[in-house]
């Protein structure tokens, strides 16, 4: 908006400056007629023209000039006249000088912005600095309660509705919990060789009853990877989540697992911006928090895993590229 501002303002004062030049030699030739004492200027005599007025000031390709009176007859004029390149250099320093000043005014204009952005950005960024130290302190005190419920419902043998309930529901905050964690810390990843289909399986268990109108179409071949196994394990926990909670009403979910790829495909009511799925915050409905596919992305750069994303009429296709990870 100041860049337009000053363009304008540069716009304005090049025209006025190129009218006050052109008074200015109006001005000069004026006087030059009464003392025709001036270098600049040259004069010729010529007939007089009744569609052109006398002190008004012309332009051709060559010469600006003025018709004055001559003294004891009406049928010819004294025509005063400048150098139309002369006049164009004029122009051209004046515009120059102009120019000059519009740099630096500009720069000047950037500093303050620079620094009213940086003065008035301060107090954001200090909020955001404590929301994000609040944040880790509550991820830190919910571990010890969360890692017992976890045991304590581990160690209870006896199979309900309501246990299963509670197990589901815990496992859900656990892996949020692991999700913020993963995005607010930088964590070391460590190697081990694990079966992919085994993750998988462990993560469909996991989702096919809290969502049972869907219908699961499951292809998986044995397949061995050399990666971290949390964070493989977080990739699958969110793709697949997403899979559901943007399905349609008896949508299908189909994965495909092969030795050089995974590949998830589920109905959906269409994404309006393929392009920014992976962004952080983006989502396009009031569900989620906008972080589960940008730790996605985090996790397969890490990981050395080029995914792919695609959407085909009312289907929504994740690939993920696992060749690099495979143990032959």
């Known amino acids: 908006m100041m860049l337009l501002f000053l363009f ?32 600049r200027f040259d004069i010729d005599i010529v007939d007089r023209d009744r569609h052109q007025q006398t002190y008004e000031l012309y332009e051709d390709d060559t010469q600006l000039y003025i018709l004055v009176p001559f003294p004891d007859t009406e049928d010819e004029l004294l025509k ?79 199979q309900n509705v309501e246990l299963e309930s509670i197990r589901s529901a815990t ?58 196994k949390q964070a493989m394990s977080r990739i699958v926990y969110n793709l697949l989540s997403n899979a559901c909670k943007y399905n349609t009403k008896d949508g299908k979910i189909d994965i495909a697992l092969t030795q050089k790829s995974l590949s998830i495909r589920n109905t959906s009511h269409g994404v309006k911006h393929p392009e920014s799925v992976f962004e952080r915050f983006y989502k396009e409905s009031e569900r989620g928090l906008g972080i589960g596919l940008h730790i996605v992305a985090k996790l397969c750069e890490t990981l050395h895993i080029t995914k792919y994303f695609e959407v085909e009429n009312n289907l929504v296709i994740v690939r993920l590229d696992i060749s690099l990870l495979t143990k032959d």
């Open 171 to 228: 496992n859900t905050i656990a892996m949020l919990h692991q999700n913020l964690d993963a995005y607010l810390r930088e964590q070391k990843h460590t190697t081990e060789l694990f079966s992919l289909e085994s993750i998988i399986e462990e993560q469909i268990a996991f989702f096919k009853p809290i969502y049972p109108h869907l219908d699961w179409q499951i292809d998986l071949d044995t397949v061995s990877i050399h990666t971290d």
């Open 80 to 158: 005063i006249w400048y150098p139309k390149d002369a006049y164009l250099s004029r122009v051209s320093q004046m515009q120059s000088t102009l120019l000059g000043y519009f740099i630096l005014l500009l720069f000047v204009a950037m500093a303050l912005s620079f620094v009213a952005a940086r003065y008035t950005l301060q107090p954001l960024r200090s909020a955001l600095h404590l929301l994000e130290e609040f944040i880790k302190d509550i991820i830190h005190d919910l571990n010890t309660p969360l890692t017992s419920i976890l045991i304590n419902l581990k160690m209870i043998k006896e």
């Open 8 to 39: 304008f303002v540069f716009y304005h004062y090049n025209s006025d400056e190129k009218r006050h030049i052109r008074h200015s030699l109006f001005l000069e030739m004026k006087n030059y007629s009464l003392t025709l004492k001036d270098k």
